[in-house]
């Protein structure tokens, strides 16, 4: 095993204690965003194991593997999923609306193809930190966006202010959880955010992720899973604080935390002790929670792989949708091309490729529409009413959909 591929974490990514235990072990599973131009047993795996800190209760993985290793071929636009775009087009109108007046800037922390930074208003300064080279070109060609191609760190911060000046508003979506030096963030935020400018993050919710079992959404690229108390203690380390927080349903359940600095002008907001209380009484503060959510885990692979068991050779099973954690789940519960004929997915860079470690070949649309499988496995479950919707005919005609959050099932 080529160990110098990622590395193992002693010490707890935001209090530095070493009192981390491991809770979930998902096995070895390949980097679940490198969709293969071709079938590939051999492809490289890494572990993917979670623990907890027991001082500050902070959930994360035990091993980082290099970003090299996570992203040779970067398929995933965020504008390929129209609830994606209607979502952050609101987003773009809130944050403009609440923080920002004429001539402000906006940066963007991953702004993948541009689909928040786009929608912000002409009299808005924008401007876009996005690692992914293809991603980035895209946010440059389609909207005409002033992109950094590089991962966010405090000497990034100092380019974008000699470039535009200090920025009012600062926006991370579904990426902090990404990155392994927090601290190097929190420095960075702090180098390029104006004296009482907002940081807004989005990132996936603890408590959802536990309350509906959403295991799949663990994998490399997904360093921390954030519940508000650490993520408090990692904002006070820096200087920082939350004064306001919102709950959304995207990507199974997240919050989008506010953030100022501390003598920032901004009153806090009752949510922010709710949400602590709340975290401690459904017990994030204790390891034998996550102990518990692991066996969870591991009844629901048995439960899965026995449905699937039971339809496989009497009728025909494909896969719907193609997101990275559809291929956790596939790797996970050892799910291949002998289970699943192929799985569709609407993202064209997605299409005639194979799923990384599974080898199951990714198709159009058309293709599901054409055959009409009796069964179809929701890998994209995060979009399930608008799929169920999308495909009532599939229903009408006796299709089914196998469900696999928040617990396996058929509708
Ligand atoms: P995401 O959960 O990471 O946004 O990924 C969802 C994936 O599902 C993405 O590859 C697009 C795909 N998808 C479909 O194939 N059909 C759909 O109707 C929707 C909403 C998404
Ligand atoms: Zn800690």
């Given at each position: 095993m080529p160990t110098e591929r990622y590395v193992s974490i002693d010490?707890?990514?935001?209090?530095?204690?070493?009192?981390v235990s491991e809770f979930l072990d998902l096995g070895m599973v390949p980097a679940?965003?490198?969709?293969?131009?071709a079938p590939d047993a051999s492809i490289e795996k890494y572990p993917l194991k979670v623990v907890f800190c027991e001082e500050c209760n902070h959930v994360q993985l035990e091993n980082t593997v290099q970003r090299e290793a996570l992203f040779?071929?970067?398929?995933?636009?965020?504008?390929?999923?129209d609830p994606l775009l209607n979502h952050f087009g609101q987003y773009a109108a809130e944050v403009e609306q609440d923080f920002l007046t004429a001539g402000d800037l906006v940066v963007e922390l991953g702004?993948?193809?541009g689909v928040l930074l786009s929608q912000?208003?002409?009299e808005i300064q924008t401007l876009g930190v996005e690692p992914a080279e293809n991603v980035a070109k895209t946010a440059r060609e389609r909207h005409g966006l002033d992109i950094i191609t590089e991962l966010f760190d405090a000497d990034v911060a100092m380019e974008a202010r000699e470039r535009?000046?200090?920025?009012q508003a600062l926006v991370a979506n579904n990426v902090v959880g990404h990155i392994d030096d927090l601290h190097e963030l929190m420095h960075g935020v702090d180098a390029l955010l104006d004296d009482d400018g907002v940081f807004v993050m989005e990132v996936p919710y603890l408590i959802d992720l536990i309350n509906n079992a959403?295991?799949?959404?663990?994998?490399?690229?997904?360093i921390s899973y954030f519940a508000v108390r650490p993520l408090s203690r990692l904002l006070q380390q820096h200087g920082f604080t939350l004064f306001n927080i919102e709950r959304l349903s995207i990507h199974g359940g997240s919050i989008r935390a506010y953030i100022q600095r501390q003598d920032g002008s901004r009153q806090q907001r009752q949510i922010v002790s709710n949400l602590r209380t709340l975290e401690r009484a459904l017990g994030l503060d204790e390891l034998a929670t996550f102990e518990r959510f692991a066996s969870d885990v591991s009844r629901y692979r048995s439960q899965l792989r026995e449905l699937l068991k039971d339809i496989e050779g009497d009728a025909s099973v494909v896969g719907y949708g193609a997101p990275a954690k559809g291929n956790v789940l596939l790797n996970y519960c050892d799910i291949d091309a002998n289970t699943l004929d192929y799985i569709v997915d609407t993202t064209p860079a997605k299409q005639g490729t194979y799923t990384p470690g599974t080898d199951i070949p990714v198709r159009p649309p058309s293709d599901f529409h054409d055959d009409?499988?009796?069964?179809?496995?929701?890998?994209?479950?995060?979009y399930k009413d608008e799929i169920l919707e999308k495909e009532r005919e599939y229903r009408k005609q006796d299709g089914q959909f196998i469900l696999p959050q928040p617990y396996v099932d058929l509708v």
């Open positions: 010490d707890c990514r935001i209090c530095g204690s070493s009192s679940v965003n490198n969709f293969q131009d040779q071929h970067y398929t995933y636009f965020s504008s390929a999923s702004c993948n193809d912000f208003s002409d535009h000046g200090e920025a959403e295991f799949d959404t663990i994998y490399h690229e997904h009409s499988p009796e069964y179809a496995l929701l890998l994209a479950w995060n």
